[in-house]
């Protein structure tokens, strides 16, 4: 199994920046994809980015393109979300997540860190 452990959430003021990180530690060779997601209060769990260990391939959520950057440093075990022009509804509890494929389907995530919780003010 792989243990993840996010970190880097906190508050933040709309506009500025948050960086997330996500530490892998474990069985680290079965992952073959890392992916973030966030649950907002009353909301389902959506799909923000993921990305390739092997290749640094990237698919985001539409709504992410621009704003979110996704990136892995494989030395470190550990991938990023930078997070630019935060908005308050960006408010949630983001999740990282390793899987066996490079989708958006939380079905295909074996593996989940326990979240931490970005906060976004007006």
């Known amino acids: 199994q792989v243990q993840l452990v996010e970190s880097g959430g906190g508050l933040v003021q709309a506009g500025g920046s948050l960086r997330l990180s996500c530490a892998a530690s474990?069985?680290?060779?079965?992952?073959?994809?890392m992916g973030w997601f966030r649950q907002a209060p009353g909301k389902e769990r959506e799909f923000v980015a993921a990305?390739?260990?092997?290749?640094?391939?990237?698919v985001y959520a539409d709504s992410m393109k621009g704003r979110f950057t996704i990136s892995r440093d494989n030395a470190k075990n550990t991938v990023y979300l930078q997070m630019n022009s935060l908005k308050p509804d960006d408010t949630a509890v983001y999740y990282c997540?390793?899987?066996?494929?490079?989708?958006?389907?939380?079905?295909?995530?074996?593996?989940w860190g326990q979240g931490t919780q970005v906060t976004v003010s007006s």
């Open positions: 997540a390793s899987g066996p494929s490079l989708v958006r389907s939380t079905r295909s995530y074996r593996s």
């Open positions: 990305i390739t260990w092997a290749g640094g391939t990237t």
């Open positions: 474990g069985r680290t060779f079965s992952s073959y994809a």
